[in-house]
């Protein structure tokens, strides 16, 4: 089995190359990544020698290059390459079209043209496209997004993941292409680019910077154990039904606020004492703030079987120790281009 890998030295990527690795001893993974500003090779020196990894860097919209890794019979594509943070995609939308979307068609062609055969496709072929629960767009105080939830992006994140999901399912409803989209809610855990919520707060804690909360504090997220999330989707590639959508989530919902007060009580009791709330500062609310995203997971624990094996409290712990443990890792990704990005974001708040 040989599985293309896009944007694998991401947050999500890296840690699915690595589960895929030590699950499937004769798993080929090829990882093809940018290596923008949110890739890091360091995510993956554990696998660096593995005869089954292959890094390629390269850009999903560059069509010579896709067609050509193509030519080495890729059974199964994952597409976790993206622009994800939507604070840039507010800044500036343009690259998360081209990435999102026009990333995601020529990937589709590639893998259209190596995969057809006649008016079908070869066996055991899939193309997964990572998705997200925020393509549903935002709940009120009650309710659930399944997968039938109409699409109501509001951000140009959400906005361009969606259309990435529509020209997949495309591909399945004109061409028959095998193809899956799983749309799963916020990740936490070891490798996040510490400009999301849970590791901008911990490296804040730990340089005695301010805490930026947006607005009230009071958006909802359903929070998910990335290893939690590698499973499902490792799951949905082997054994979901051909053309469907699978929600993922944590059934696991907390505020924002909650969030960055259990951090602040964690780095508080075990790493410094001086940490404390008063670093807690409530900035300017996001534009188009969604308010709460939470996943009715019923289909995929139905069907295949899946549900968040880590607690919560069990994977917070675990994540914060990771981040503890590896400040070099932090203090890498947060110099250069990173460092003037959010210089930039909260230097007037
Ligand atoms: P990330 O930003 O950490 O990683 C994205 C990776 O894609 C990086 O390694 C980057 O270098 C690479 N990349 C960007 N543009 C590229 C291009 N043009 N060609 C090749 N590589 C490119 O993102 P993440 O948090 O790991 O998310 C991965 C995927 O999962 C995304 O598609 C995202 O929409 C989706 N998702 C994320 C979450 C979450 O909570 N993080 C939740 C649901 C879905």
Redesign the pocket.
Known sequence: MKILV????????SNFIKYMLSKYKDYKIIN?????Y??NLENLKDVEDNPNYTFIK????DKELIEEIFSQDIDYVVN??????VDRSIIDPEIFVK?NVL?TVTLLNAAKKAWEQGDSFKEGKKFLQ????EVYGSLGETGYFTETTPLDPHSPYSSS?AAADLIVKAYYDTYKMPVNITR????YGPY??PE?LIPLMINNCLNKKPLPVYGDGLNVRDWLYVEDHCKAIDLVLHKGRVGEVYNIGGNNEKTNIEIVKLIVSYIHDNVDPTVDESLITFVADRKGHDRRYAIDATKIKEELGWYPETKFEDGIKKTIEWYLKNREWLKNVTSGEYQKYYEKMYSNR
């Open positions: 896009t944007g694998g030295a991401g947050f999500i990527g093809l990544d940018k290596l923008t949110a890739g390269g850009d999903i919209c976790f390459a993206a622009e994800s943070h990435t990333g990572v998705s997200t629960d993941k799963c809610s916020n990740n996040q680019f999301k």
